[in-house]
């Protein structure tokens, strides 16, 4: 089966009016671009972590809420990419996105 006949499915519990939290990977400033061209302006969605790959001793910072824009008035932290299983239980905790 190639990989464009297979059929995902996705099962994503979470009220109609909250967000979906996404968690951005980091990416060697690639990361930043995809926030700022789709995730900044949006509401249905809340970006509430970066996690830091390539780019050296950018974990543990935060990425300023002067480029996140007005929806992130408290910047949004950066975490680095060995915390995901951390982030995904206490950030994203009540969201299950599962593909078939």
């Not at 926030?35 to 509430?48: A, E, G, H, L």
């Amino acid at each position: 089966m190639k990989f464009k006949d297979r059929k995902t499915k996705f099962n994503i519990r979470r009220s109609k009016h909250e967000p979906i939290r996404v968690i951005i990977l980091g990416a060697g400033e690639r990361d930043f671009h995809n926030f700022n061209t789709f995730f900044r302006n949006r509401p249905s969605y809340r970006v509430v972590a970066f996690t830091a790959t390539q780019i050296p001793f950018i974990a543990n910072r935060i990425y300023p809420s002067e480029l996140a824009g007005v929806n992130y008035p408290d910047g949004i932290p950066i975490y680095p990419e060995e915390e995901l299983p951390q982030l995904l239980s206490e950030l994203c905790s009540g969201f299950i996105a599962r593909g078939l």
